[in-house]
Every structure is written in C-alpha cells, then in structure tokens.
T-cell receptor
Framework: SAVISQKPSRDICQRGTSLTIQCQVD?????MFWYRQQPGQSLTLIAT?????????ESGFVIDKFPISRPNLTFSTLTVSNMSPEDSSIYLC?????????????FGPGTRLTVL | AQSVTQPDIHITVSEGASLELRCNYS??????LFWYVQSPGQGLQLLLK????DTLVQGIKGFEAEFKRSQSSFNLRKPSVHWSDAAEYFC??????????WGAGTKLIIKP
C-alpha cells in the first residue's frame, strides 16, 4: 500500500474564495483520483488526475470549478474555486495501480472543508 | 448499468454479537469487489478485496466476506464486534476503467 498525505486537513473559508488541496504519495503511482464526500453521503468521483495532461472529469464537474494539476507521479492538487456553502464537504484523494490483479485504491486522510 | 447496493443505511448490534453487512452488485464481467471502512473523521481504509479464487476472503480486523456469484452478493461478516468497529462501511466494485463504483454505505452502531 501507499502512504498518502493531504494538506490542509481542514479549513473554513469564505464564499467566493478558492482553496487548493495538496495530495502527496510516498511512491510513484499510475492513477490518482479526487473524490468529494458530502455530509452523510457516499463518495463521488470528481476526476482522474492524469500526469502531464489535463484531468478527466466526471459528469457534473468542470475544470473551471475544480482545476486539477498533476506535475509528477507522486503529487497532485485540487482547487475548489469560487466556493459556496454547497461546496462544504470532505475532499479525498486516492491512488491506484493500473494492474489486472490490483485494482484497489488507497486513500488519503481527507480535507474537511467548511464554506461560510 | 454498473451499480452497488447496500440495503441497510444503519445497523445496530450489541458488542460481542455477530455482524453481517449486505452488499449486492450489478456488473457484467468478473467483478473486483472491495469493502472499505471509514471511522469518524478519518479517511477510508481497505478491509478486504475479492478478485478471484477462494470465494471466502479474509481481511484485516477480523473481518471476512463471501462472494456469491449466483446472488450477486459480497456480504461482510465478523463473528464478534467490538466497540471500536463503530464506523461507516462501504462496498465498492471496480469498473473497466479502474474506477470504483460505490455503495451508499452502512453505518454500524455498537450497543454496549
């Protein structure tokens, strides 16, 4: 398994501002993902972060609102832009290996975001 | 369409009692199945996985799960729960793009 850290662990932000969340992995990984978990809900995939190219976004999520960077195989950032109270959630990054026998994902501790 | 169903939103069991959490999936090919646990205020931890082979898989923390293809199920079990098992449990299946499709989760409450 991989060791994944996220910064910040939590934040309280004002509406209209932006927050960038960092995800650092202790080893090179093929796949990195960003999820949103709204209060009391399951996980929703925001996008797959692709190294050296634009992220692949899921339906309902757009690059202008959730820009993602992945400059190398161990690091990615997610920015939540022009925030509103509806963006209050836990944001999680995960990593996986593109292997036939190993499709599990490992998760960071999450970033708990509150927007006032 | 691929989907995962966890029919129980909440389950309450007494400490020391046995536990079974239900998970049903809909997936056309051979499923890669997972159970994760999320303790309050924490990230998700992989409990166990099924890919192939023995349909009864053992995981961490004394959990096991049984894959039943005929019932499209992958139920999680533990013979005797501890208060520290109180958490949210998620079942997931991997699709052909290596993405995980998640169930809605089951919140486990432990009675003293």
């Amino acid at each position: 398994s991989a060791v994944i850290s996220q910064k910040p662990s939590r934040d309280i932000c004002q509406r209209g501002t932006s927050l960038t969340i960092q995800c650092q992995v202790d080893s090179q990984v093929t796949m990195m993902f960003w999820y949103r978990q709204q209060p009391g809900q399951s996980l929703t995939l925001i996008a797959t972060a692709n190294q050296g190219s634009e992220a692949t976004y899921e339906s309902g999520f757009v690059i202008d609102k959730f820009p993602i960077s992945r400059p190398n195989l161990t690091f990615s950032t997610l920015t939540v832009s022009n925030m509103s109270p509806e963006d209050s959630s836990i944001y999680l990054c995960s990593v996986g290996r593109q292997a036939v026998t190993s499709r599990e994902q490992f998760f960071g501790p999450g970033t708990r975001l509150t927007v006032l | 369409a691929q989907s995962v169903t966890q029919p129980d939103i909440h389950i309450t069991v007494s400490e020391g009692a046995s536990l079974e959490l239900r998970c049903n999936y809909s997936y056309g090919a051979t499923p890669y199945l997972f159970w994760y646990v999320q303790s309050p205020g924490q990230g998700l931890q992989l409990l166990l996985k099924y890919f192939s082979g023995d349909t009864l898989v053992q995981g961490i923390k004394g959990f096991e799960a049984e894959f039943k293809r005929s019932q499209s199920s992958f139920n999680l079990r533990k013979p005797s729960v501890h208060w520290s098992d109180a958490a949210e449990y998620f079942c997931a299946v991997s699709d052909s793009n290596y993405q995980l499709i998640w169930g809605a989760g089951t919140k486990l409450i432990i009675k003293p």
